[in-house]
């Protein structure tokens, strides 16, 4: 499982064995989210501010996403 950024707000992981399609978790201490490179979102409590930079740190860095993504889940 791999931490891809931290920011002092939230945190960036893909984890391994998971479910396509490609995503990364965000943490924050008020809640979780998935974040599909396709665009989809689901929040349980990130606030909308935190996830605002949170999609824009993911949306800048898709390729790093997919790379670890790719190392996480070698069968995906």
Known sequence: MGTIY???????????YEHPPVHAHVT??????????NGSVKNTGVPDAVMAQA??????????????????????
């Open 6 to 16: 931290k920011s002092g707000k939230f945190t960036i992981r893909v984890n391994g």
């Open 28 to 37: 924050h201490t008020d809640g979780r989210a998935m974040v599909y490179l």
């Open 55 to 76: 999609q824009s740190w993911i949306n800048a860095n898709q390729q790093t996403v997919i790379d670890e993504w790719n190392t996480c889940n070698p069968k995906a």
